[in-house]
């Protein structure tokens, strides 16, 4: 199981787009009608699509998995009685699956036999060009975040890879976390973080989106859970994005640390401790992508 993509709804696709490739990187990958779709350097067709809508919201997050991964997904969701239906991918890449929502309305899609397209080699690293590799992990604010922990385990066949005060980290492979929930008190989005190639890559996209007139709503830090880089921005089309690098990856027997494992010392919040944290400006750009379903639930053939 691989997280893929996000697919976004919004007033300026092509606005959106244009800023995602000359200040953060990503590559163009198609233009479909009115919707956007952007790559990075990696495998996936793409990241990230910006589609046409008078209004903000999440149409998807896009995992892809094999066949059997996705029939026994589509048996316990059944079970569940969660709302889903099956999906024929239109978007690059193809691919058939399922797409699901999950309680508080979180819309996740399962897709098999969707293709990949070769990697973009040579990036050279004397340029100034940032080029973000694939998507790392989107996370979502949640009412409930410990109810979406255990339902995602039961019926996704996830695994929680850590609770903190603050979110509940949740991985799908042995990447450290793909998705997570944080302890919000309301559901949207959190932020969507894309994988760069190492630290360095990491430190040069600050220096660029610096060029470009933005300073980091939070960050250059290392985090505890996962042990991965960051630094958090917030887009001027809206949602919260991050430069990551280097998450931890785990072992199936990994164990769950729990809140009282990830404490930190008087006035700090990440390992390093040399940046601070606009809490007000990322909470409301976070308040502002929200999952919504227009789709009908329908009862699965299994
Ligand atoms: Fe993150």
């Given at each position: 199981m691989k997280l893929r993509s996000i697919e976004l709804a919004l007033p300026d696709p092509a606005g959106a787009a244009a800023w995602m490739v000359d200040v953060w990187g990503l590559f163009p990958a198609e233009v479909r009608g009115h919707t956007h779709y952007l790559r990075g350097?990696?495998?996936?067709?793409?990241?990230v699509a910006f589609e046409q809508s008078d209004e903000e919201f999440v149409r998807s997050t896009t995992f892809t998995c094999s066949d059997a991964e996705l029939a026994a997904i589509a048996r316990r969701v059944a079970d569940k009685g969660w709302p889903a239906c099956t999906v024929t991918s239109a978007d690059p890449g193809d691919g058939a699956g399922l797409l699901v929502e999950l309680p508080e309305g979180t819309i996740l899609r399962f897709l098999a036999g969707a293709s990949q397209v070769a990697p973009i080699e040579g990036f050279a690293k004397a340029s100034k060009r940032v080029a973000p590799v694939k998507l790392t992990h989107v996370v979502f604010n949640s009412a409930d975040a410990e109810l979406l922990g255990h339902a995602v385990e039961d019926v996704l066949d996830f695994r929680v890879s850590d609770r903190t005060k603050g979110m509940v980290f949740v991985r799908c492979n042995d990447s450290h976390h793909s998705t997570a929930f944080a302890r919000a008190g309301f559901a949207s989005l959190n932020h969507v973080a894309f994988e760069m190639d190492d630290l360095d890559a990491v430190m040069r996209g600050i220096g660029w989106m610096r060029d470009n007139g933005f300073a980091p709503a939070w960050g250059p830090g290392r985090h505890g859970p996962g042990d991965n880089v960051y630094a958090y921005y917030i887009a001027p089309f809206g949602p919260v994005i991050e430069y990551s690098t280097a998450v931890e990856k785990v072992l199936a027997d990994y164990r769950t640390g729990e809140p009282d494992d990830w404490t930190w010392p008087e006035q700090r919040i990440d390992q390093w401790g040399v940046s601070d944290k606009d809490f007000a400006g990322l909470r409301v750009a976070e308040e502002r992508f929200r999952c919504r379903r227009d789709w009908e639930a329908q009862e699965l053939a299994i």
């Open positions: 350097t990696g495998t996936m067709p793409y990241l």
